[in-house]
């Protein structure tokens, strides 16, 4: 049997086109969604991706590096329930405004979302009548992120599960980021087995680049403690703040720094809380930034800090912060949760379940630890080289799609094989 090669498969059909949708950031600042459209336009796809505009990324269309960016502005940046339902409600419809357009003119095969919100199943539904397919790329657990956010359940906790629950029965197939997202679709989400794939959010080593420090971040302390991450109600800044106050006032130590960059609802009012607590110029507040200057505060970092409460949303999620801090060989402390304690084994410090004094103290002890800060850098750093890097999920996102054309898939690894 003459095996076809790969240029003839590719030459015999017209390349697969994908449609990403994307409420949370834009593109591509969304580290995961860029790093699959990216490796889907690798592997032959033609990608476009409809996402909100923010700062850096505010014009209405960009094309970089063969992808198609498509963005709307949002009405409002929520942090309240209602403030949600008009976030959410005005991304839907300008996410269904692009399709349509994009439809009529790029067009897409697939429609690949990614949560939150659970509600683009509507628009993937809309489009499998007319014979697309539907991917629910699984970022978030929407229910418990709520929960997280508010401290309640109710009926809008009720609502969020049945959204939920659609979108995975809507799905042809759902990409979840880590096993206990997998066992959510199976059990929650009902879906078969066989549909379901784990593709984590690995870092890429040539983005977060091993660099010199750079002294005058530690503002002439001794030591940085870095962070990075969304500045969320249910990340732990307000923890990670008493944290510093308990090192700086009960511990006597004025020879530590601390760097937070990011943005988010909760930035102005943790500057505030620093103020209050009398350690602001302990604190440095950087908001969003350009990975440059993320990466000088990393690399300059002796020690880096997740302080994701310990609640079930956390305990559940993988962080794309820790593999971070592992790809620059950092020493992390973070509380003991599953995932988190999953990614990062001995690369951590585990302090106990939103023990505040007891994360100080682990800080604390590894300052003055530098045999031990830099075994667990290296051994994180292995880590992620052999395991968690995001070239080692790229074989899984893309069998993830050959599954949505079977007989495809099959010819696509002959060809390989040949």
Not at 332 to 344: K, M, N, P
Request: hydrophobic letters at 45%; proline letters at 5%; charged letters at 25%.
């Amino acid at each position: 049997m003459v095996i076809p090669r790969m240029q003839d498969i590719l030459r015999d059909r017209p390349p697969r086109r994908i449609l990403m949708l994307v409420e949370n950031l834009p593109a591509p600042f969304d580290r995961r969604v860029w790093q699959e459209a990216c490796a889907l336009r690798n592997a032959g796809y033609v990608v476009s991706i409809v996402c909100p505009t923010g700062p850096g990324c505010e014009g209405k269309f960009a094309a970089i590096e063969g992808i198609h960016i498509y963005r709307y502005d949002l009405a409002v940046e929520a942090s309240s329930a209602a403030g949600y339902a008009v976030e959410y409600a005005t991304a839907l419809f300008w996410s269904v405004v692009l399709a349509c357009r994009i439809a009529f003119t790029r067009g897409f095969d697939v429609i690949h979302a990614c949560n939150p919100p659970d509600m683009f199943f509507l628009i993937g539904g809309l489009f499998k009548l007319f014979g697309k397919k539907f991917v629910f790329d699984h970022h978030d657990l929407c229910p418990e992120l709520f929960e997280a956010k508010f401290g309640r359940r109710g009926w809008l906790y009720r609502v969020l599960r049945k959204l939920e629950y659609w979108t995975f029965r809507t799905a042809d197939i759902s990409i979840a980021t880590n096993e206990s997202y997998r066992r959510i679709a199976l059990g929650r989400g009902r879906m078969a087995p066989e549909r379901v794939f784990v593709v984590r959010s690995g870092p890429s080593l040539e983005r977060m680049a091993i660099r010199p420090p750079d002294e005058r971040l530690k503002r002439g302390r001794r030591y940085l403690v870095g962070y990075v991450g969304v500045m969320g109600k249910q990340e732990g800044i307000d923890t990670l703040l008493r944290a510093v106050r308990h090192i700086v006032f009960d511990l006597k130590r004025a020879d530590i720094q601390f760097g937070i960059v990011g943005g988010g609802t909760e930035l102005q009012a943790m500057k505030g809380f620093a103020e209050r607590l009398r350690i602001a110029d302990y604190v440095t507040f950087t908001g969003r930034v350009p990975d440059g200057e993320m990466l000088a505060l990393l690399n300059t970092a002796e020690v880096c800090v997740n302080p994701d409460t310990a609640n079930v949303l956390n305990h559940l999620s993988t962080m794309n912060k820790v593999m971070e801090y592992m790809a620059l060989g950092k020493p992390i402390v973070q509380f003991d949760l599953t995932e988190g304690r999953y990614s990062a084994h001995r690369a951590s410090l585990y302090a106990r379940p939103n023990d505040t004094i007891d994360f100080a103290l682990k800080i604390v002890e590894l300052l003055d630890d530098p045999v031990r800060r830099a075994d667990m850098g290296d051994f994180g750093r292995r880590r992620v080289q052999n395991e968690l890097e995001w070239r080692h999920e790229v074989p899984k996102l893309i069998a993830a799609y050959e599954s949505l054309w079977p007989a495809a898939g099959v010819r696509h690894r002959e060809a390989s094989a040949s």
